[in-house]
């Protein structure tokens, strides 16, 4: 008989000491895998929300303008120059904007706002404000109107929970409240009829239009045809003042933005802060997002803008955000550690159970003439089915966990909400798909198996067959 055929059938000879080892190790891969995704699709959400609600990949800015961002410290929009740029492999588009700050007032309320300029037609490819505009909001009057209606309780309660809530499709609709596909036919018309809401998008050949964020409509109480007043300072000192029409409500993923998001077209905003063919920044859109690419991408850029312009990456423009998710990166690989260390103490008392269960039974093997080396090889391959048994196990069980928690996000409500929020940041926890990380946290585990069976092999042999056989 083959060494793993007759280790795999001593594992069986104890099954409660083999299952009690095993599920250690199984809820220790387990819970890790579906903390650490967690953590990682919390960090990927925030990231992705400061990069395509504001930041971008790249920016064009004037050398000066991240240290003191504002008017002054613009840049005349030079077309030759924004298309030697788009020349690059990985480079989509480079779309001029300007942004400052400014007060707005809508009846008897008013609010600190960030106004953004862009080019309507050119946005899409760079923040796509366009597919942000609030299309469904579950409105007071939307609420009530639902509520006439015969709907299943659960939706009712569902209703309550997310009030106030805006979509920007019918799908997301649907999924945040929970109706499955077999209602999807019934329930989603009679929903999107009571929750559609107005607006559209800005246009280049309009003038006096604004779009704001969801969170900024609710404060003001403006809506997609109130006037708003913005008030503030333009070019060199200038007053800036200007009505606009609300033509759209949008929903951005970062509530510090959604709460204070002011976007006029490129022209308006010129006007409005006497700033002509001028440019804060322009955002640079890229085609392939990795790392190491979009740093290659910023070198050549960077070479194109000279002296007199510089090309930043959404890393330097978020430098502190970045600190904060490395000290939290940090404390969760601590607590995963300490999981990992409770496990191990659980792995090795297991090991030592089992030593002391079966040193009679080693004493006579080895009495009999069987060789160390191969009883070492033996228990080593029985310690390393355990682990893989506990590992696989643990894999395969999260696995859907982490595919479900990616495809519908835990969704915060009430207070904890409110405290995601107050950070700037949307109350969604996303779970990442399995990536490098599953490897790691198999690797640590094995890692653990390892030290246990050379524990256990070193025990081997260092036994006394005497003392063994009088145990």
Not at 205 to 210: F, H, I, L, R, T
Request: proline share 4%.
């Amino acid at each position: 008989m083959k060494d793993h055929q007759l280790a795999w059938r001593n594992l069986w000879r104890n099954r409660k000491r083999t299952l009690i080892t095993a599920a250690s190790v199984f809820f220790a891969v387990f819970f890790a895998l579906v903390m650490r995704s967690f953590q990682l699709g919390t960090y990927e959400k925030m990231y992705s929300d400061v990069i395509q609600s504001y930041s971008g990949y790249l920016q064009l800015q004037h050398p000066s303008y991240l240290d003191e961002p504002n008017l002054d410290n613009g840049f005349i929009v030079d077309a030759e120059l924004f298309s030697r740029m788009e020349q690059d492999p990985n480079v989509e588009a480079v779309v001029p904007r300007i942004e400052s700050f400014a007060l707005a007032a809508a009846g008897n309320r008013t609010q600190g706002v960030m106004v953004i300029g862009v080019e309507p037609e050119s946005e899409s490819k760079a923040l796509n404000i366009r597919n942000r505009i609030v299309r469904y909001k579950l409105t007071p009057e939307a609420l009530g109107a639902l509520k006439g209606e015969e709907l299943p309780g659960r939706l009712e309660k569902n209703l309550d929970l997310f009030s106030g809530e805006a979509f920007t499709e019918a799908g997301d609709l649907a999924s945040i409240l929970g109706i499955g596909k077999k209602d999807t036919t019934t329930l989603l018309p009679l929903l999107t009829r009571h929750t559609a809401f107005p607006g559209s998008y800005l246009s280049s050949g309009e003038s006096g239009y604004a779009i704001i964020g969801n969170g900024l409509s609710d404060y003001l109480g403006a809506f997609p045809g109130d006037t708003i007043v913005l008030i503030g300072q333009g070019y060199h000192g200038t007053s800036a003042a200007g009505l606009y029409v609300v033509k759209g409500v949008v929903s951005m993923p970062n509530p510090e933005i959604d709460n204070r998001f002011v976007c006029l077209t490129l022209d308006d905003a010129r006007w409005l802060y006497a700033a002509p063919d001028m440019a804060t920044s322009a955002i640079i859109s890229i085609r392939n997002s990795d790392e190491k690419e979009f740093t290659a991408t910023q070198e050549r850029l960077g070479a194109v803008a000279g002296d007199e312009l510089t090309v930043r990456n959404w890393k330097e423009m978020n430098a502190l955000l970045l600190n904060q998710m490395e000290a939290d990166n940090k404390s969760g690989a601590i607590m995963i550690g300490i999981l990992y260390l409770v496990i191990a103490f659980g792995v090795f008392g297991t090991v030592l159970m089992m030593m002391a269960e079966r040193r009679r039974e080693f004493g006579m093997l080895v009495s009999i003439g069987m060789q160390r080396k191969k009883l070492a090889g033996i228990v080593g391959l029985e310690m390393l089915l355990i682990g893989l048994l506990g590992v696989v196990a643990g894999v395969v069980a999260s696995l859907p966990v982490v595919v479900l928690g990616h495809a519908r996000p835990l969704r915060f409500t009430g207070e904890m909400a409110r405290m995601y929020e107050d950070y700037g940041f949307e109350p969604v926890m996303p779970m990442l798909l399995p990536d490098t990380y599953y490897l790691w946290q198999v690797v640590v585990v094995l890692l653990i198996l390892t030290i246990a069976i050379a524990f256990s092999v070193r025990k081997i042999f260092k036994l006394n067959v005497i003392n063994a056989l009088r145990a």
